[in-house]
């Protein structure tokens, strides 16, 4: 790698075509990226000793960051990535933004961007990653293979399609506030410290499949017009999901139509609460739970209006407890149960009784 200068740095950068790349070049200085007639940024291999930031400016073709080092801050703030092509469906990667394969000693902040396709991280490690007012008008939110040694904060964001954290160590809290997405997923990562989802509104739900998530884990209020997926997950703390919480004094109600609980481990209890502050159970459409070996700890769901409760498989090590519901039907499909299942101070949603089937 060679050190470029401030003035060779403008220079190229003014000077480039569509492409301003900058290759195996190491930055002694505060690189500051606020005007350009370019339409993407690319940097490999390149090593930033001081802070970089891209603000104020339209990118038609994205940024990509690939084996780069920043010994400071990278931030991207107020900026619009159109990717305008000619035929705007074709891009042989459909990102908008990449950090691939990059060490951040310090924080990524990413601040009111506004994008068309995804903003993926890949095979990186950072020190603090901030979001906050992402907009993706066809895109996702993607990390892979990455480890965050601090914070991570999502907040005020709109995506049309997923936020997903994939094979993903967060060694320190994770805050999700206030997002718009299609769904959030979690597939086999390691959470070493607390996870926070509050509020906003998701098209579809929340699927955490595999990993192991150290402290607590909370989710409160989210509006999601799908499903809550647990499977395959072990969990070394508690785990709440509230349907209710107060925030300023105002009531946020909201919850999953559906959820389906499968081969986790709850080793402190995973607590699901249609009501902590009102009066009426939460209406739910379904719960399956599927009970095996694998399945261990304590299940608690309170506070409900059930129109559907499947329990299936084998108990062996899970103490399911509903209490203080309201069921449409239940039913025990080919069950063998060999610890707790308890159904208590709980009634028929309509006159009568509740219907119970046992299929074998």
């Not at 060679?2 to 190229?12: D, G, L, Y």
């Not at 290759?23 to 802070?51: A, H, M, P």
């Not at 309170?302 to 129109?307: A, L, M, Q, V, Y």
Request: hydrophobic share 35%; proline share 1%.
């Amino acid at each position: 790698m060679e050190k470029i200068t401030v003035q060779e740095f403008s220079t190229r950068l003014q000077s480039a075509g569509d492409t301003a790349a900058f290759n195996d070049f190491i930055f002694t200085f505060d690189v500051s990226v606020n005007k350009s007639k370019c339409k993407r940024l690319t940097f490999e291999n390149c090593e930033f000793s001081k802070g970089f930031e891209v603000k104020d400016i339209g990118l038609e073709l994205g940024i990509t960051f690939t084996e780069c080092t920043f010994n400071a801050n990278l931030i991207i703030q107020k900026v619009e990535i159109s990717d305008n092509f000619i035929e705007p469906r074709i891009d042989y990667r459909s990102i908008s933004l990449l950090v691939e394969k990059c060490k951040i000693l310090k924080s990524l902040a990413i601040n009111t961007v506004r994008i068309l396709r995804d903003f993926t991280i890949i095979e990186s490690t950072i020190y603090e990653l901030i979001i906050s007012g992402l907009v993706s008008k066809e895109g996702s939110f993607n990390i892979k293979n990455s480890t965050i040694e601090y914070y991570v904060t999502l907040e005020q964001c709109v995506l049309a399609n997923s936020i997903r954290f994939i094979t993903v160590n967060c060694k320190d809290s994770l805050r999700f506030t206030n997002n718009n997405a299609s769904s959030y997923l979690f597939e086999n990562n390691t959470f070493d410290s607390n996870s926070w989802i509050w509020y906003g509104k998701l098209k579809e739900g929340i699927a955490i499949s595999g990993g192991t998530y150290k402290k607590y884990f909370n989710v409160e209020s989210v509006d999601a017009q799908g499903s809550l997926s647990i499977s395959e997950a072990k969990f070394e703390s508690n785990v709440s999901i509230a349907y209710e919480c107060k925030n300023g004094g105002k009531l946020y109600r909201h919850g999953f139509s559906k959820i389906y609980l499968s081969n986790c481990e709850f080793n402190y209890g995973l607590f699901i609460d249609g009501k902590r502050f009102s009066d009426d159970n939460y209406p739910v459409e379904k719960i399956d739970i599927h009970l095996s070996q694998l399945m261990k700890g304590e299940i608690n769901i309170d506070g409900f209006d059930i129109s559907e409760l499947n329990i299936n498989g084998t108990n062996y090590n899970c103490n399911v407890v509903l209490n203080n519901n309201r069921f449409n039907s239940i039913s025990f499909n080919r069950l063998t149960n060999l610890s707790t299942i308890n159904i208590m101070n709980s009634k028929a949603n309509a006159q009568g009784n509740i219907p119970i089937n046992f299929v074998q």
